[in-house]
């Protein structure tokens, strides 16, 4: 399975992963480079058309009652705690997608007015709140990994 | 393995310009000169009172194989990442209401996607797995803007 072909979007993840890893590396020059490979993936991956966030919704129940549960199963076989790891963080935050997507529909705009938006850079969890959070309460990171929208 | 500091945690005590014999703690940016900083030495990390600096290694080391059927759920997952962060950012894009939330929402799948990719063989850039996908890049057609000069400096560095 080593020789698989991966979309331009999937190719354009590998390489913003592995620019986020360099940096932690400290190694300015590696990490420039893998930018430089996803940023083209990303010009070359297809866009989308959508219109609605109701657009989103079939691929995250699709997530909720497929994709994770297929990586929970592999991992436990395996004992892949990694994989266990990115399964339940994954899965809190996408049920959050979720919610906060039903929570848009019924209140619209009136949902971010007196809020500001954060997103945890360790897990994806959003916060939809006036000041950033202490502490995020799916990965526990602090609240300086948290960025601003 | 040289010494760097988070510079957030940093209280300016300033022990480790007494510890450094070579003078790379002591810069104008806060960073260590990692051209001065002696390899594995660590007495800064040691000195240090508030945990502000630490080793950043040269060499990491080769990860235990992940089972296929791992990796299979986890790319297919990534996929569905993929395909959420694209229908985010052309929300986001549209400049209508909610354009915020849905650039929070682009942003959160690629978390989500990365943390797939590292959990699917790509969690270290010195990987076999990672150099692999380089090679095979490096080796394919593609159109005039690729760059494969960036590709080519990886795979001679890493």
Redesign the interface.
């Known amino acids: 399975?080593?020789?698989?072909t991966y979309?331009s979007?999937?190719?354009?993840?590998?390489c913003?992963?592995?620019t986020?890893?360099?940096e932690k590396?400290?190694?300015p020059?590696?990490a420039?480079?893998?930018r430089?490979?996803g940023t083209?993936f990303a010009t070359?991956?297809?866009?989308?058309?959508?219109?609605?966030?109701a657009?989103?919704n079939g691929?995250?129940a699709?997530?909720l009652e497929q994709?994770?549960p297929?990586?929970a199963s592999?991992?436990e076989?395996?004992g892949?705690r990694?994989?266990l790891?990115?399964m339940t963080?994954?899965k809190k935050?996408?049920s959050i997608?979720k919610s906060?997507l039903a929570r848009?529909e019924k209140q619209?705009?009136a949902l971010?007015a007196g809020n500001n938006?954060f997103?945890?850079?360790?897990?994806?969890?959003?916060a939809i709140a006036p000041t950033v959070p202490e502490l995020c309460p799916i990965c526990k990171a602090p609240a300086?990994r948290f960025?601003k929208? | 393995m040289h010494a760097?500091r988070n510079v957030?945690l940093c209280t300016k005590d300033c022990l480790c310009l007494f510890i450094c014999p070579t003078g790379a703690t002591d810069t104008e940016t806060g960073q260590i000169d990692?051209a001065k900083c002696l390899d594995g030495c660590r007495l800064c990390v040691d000195a240090c009172p508030s945990h502000a600096l630490y080793l950043?290694?040269d060499r990491?080391p080769r990860k235990p194989a992940?089972?296929?059927?791992?990796?299979?759920?986890?790319?297919?997952?990534?996929?569905?990442?993929?395909?959420?962060?694209?229908?985010?950012?052309?929300?986001a894009r549209?400049g209508s209401?909610?354009a915020?939330?849905?650039?929070?929402?682009a942003?959160?799948?690629?978390?989500?996607?990365?943390?797939?990719?590292?959990?699917a063989r790509?969690?270290?850039?010195q990987s076999e797995?990672?150099k692999?996908?380089l090679r095979?890049?490096a080796g394919q057609p593609h159109?005039g803007?690729?760059?494969a000069e960036?590709?080519g400096?990886?795979l001679a560095?890493?």
């Open positions: 399975m080593d020789e698989r979309s979007g999937a190719l354009s993840v590998i913003s992963n592995l986020k890893a360099c590396q400290m190694r020059a590696e420039e480079q893998f430089t490979i083209y070359q991956a297809t866009k989308s058309e959508a219109k609605a966030f657009d989103l691929l995250i699709q997530d994709g994770y297929q990586v592999a991992a076989v395996a892949d990694g994989a790891r990115c963080w994954g935050v996408t997608h906060v848009y619209g705009d971010l938006l997103v945890c850079e360790a897990c994806g969890f959003i300086s960025v929208i | 760097a957030a990692f950043v290694f990491y992940k089972e296929d059927k791992v990796v299979e759920a986890l790319e297919s997952l990534l996929d569905s990442k993929v395909a959420q962060e694209a229908l985010a950012e052309a929300l549209s209401a909610g915020k939330l849905a650039k929070a929402l942003m959160s799948n690629r978390i989500l996607a990365e943390d797939c990719a590292r959990e790509y969690m270290l850039p797995q990672s692999a996908l095979q890049l159109t803007d690729f760059p960036a590709v400096k990886l560095s890493l």
